[in-house]
């Protein structure tokens, strides 16, 4: 079964950092780019980070350019956004998706920033 | 950047009846290649979203055909045929054509009346 699991969320005080992680499974990881979006309370879904199979090409929204970076291990078939200078605004549920289509999602990992 | 503008915002529909959503992008979705990358995803309360169709019309995997996905260039339908109880939730267009960024429709919410 293929399937993409988040890990890493919890509650951080605003300027602090985290690092989310999306383990997958099922499939042939490094084949895949890997996007993250996210999700604020009673929001729509923003587009966050794009990262290519060999970590050769990443974009990031603007919203988090220069404060958040993804990255990916496919020895280890996961995936991680490290996640500096947290602000109350991004309070929300990360999600990791597979592929240009957006084909495959997480289940999610809800981050907290709040003091 | 493209903007997607779905309508309704707001969908309560009686079950059985059949259900449209709009999504209109701001400039044309027809990449170089000729393809159309506009999908359709629908999130349940409470799960993480799931792909419905990509590339306009294609239905995914496990999706039940009631429903369909049509339209060219900017403007763009997700149809349910006969609305049933487990279709609630809150449907979104994203695009994939001009990109980054790759952006979403605002959701529109689908509620049984």
């Known amino acids: 079964e293929v399937q993409l699991v988040e890990s890493g969320g919890s509650l951080v005080q605003p300027g602090g950092s985290l690092r989310l992680s999306c383990a997958g499974s099922?499939?042939?990881?490094?084949?895949?780019?890997m996007k993250w979006v996210r999700q604020a309370p009673g929001k729509g879904l923003e587009w966050l980070s794009y990262?290519?199979?060999?970590?050769?090409?990443?974009y990031y929204a603007d919203s988090v350019k220069g404060r958040f970076t993804v990255s990916r291990d496919n020895d280890k078939n996961s995936l991680y956004l490290q996640m500096n200078s947290l602000r109350v605004d991004d309070t929300a549920v990360y999600y990791c998706?597979?592929?240009?289509?957006?084909?495959?999602w997480g289940q999610g990992t809800m981050v907290t920033v709040s003091s | 950047d493209v903007v997607l503008t779905q309508s309704p915002l707001s969908l309560p529909v009686t079950l059985g009846q059949p259900a449209s959503i709009s999504c209109r992008a701001s400039?044309?979705?027809?990449?170089?290649?000729?393809?159309?990358?506009l999908h359709w995803f629908q999130q349940r309360p409470g799960q993480s979203p799931r792909r419905l169709i990509y590339?306009?019309?294609n239905r995914d995997s496990g999706v039940p055909d009631r429903f369909s996905g049509s339209g060219s260039g900017t403007d763009f339908t997700l149809k349910i045929s006969r609305v049933e109880a487990e279709d609630v939730g809150i449907y979104y267009c994203?695009?994939?054509?001009?990109?980054?960024?790759?952006?979403f429709g605002q959701g529109t919410k689908l509620e049984i009346k």
């Open positions: 990262i290519d199979g060999t970590s050769t090409t990443i």
């Open positions: 400039q044309s979705l027809v990449h170089r290649d000729a393809n159309t990358y």
């Open positions: 590339k306009v019309s």
């Open positions: 998706a597979r592929s240009s289509g957006f084909d495959v």
């Open positions: 994203m695009q994939g054509t001009h990109w980054p960024p790759y952006t």
């Open positions: 099922g499939f042939t990881f490094s084949s895949n780019s």
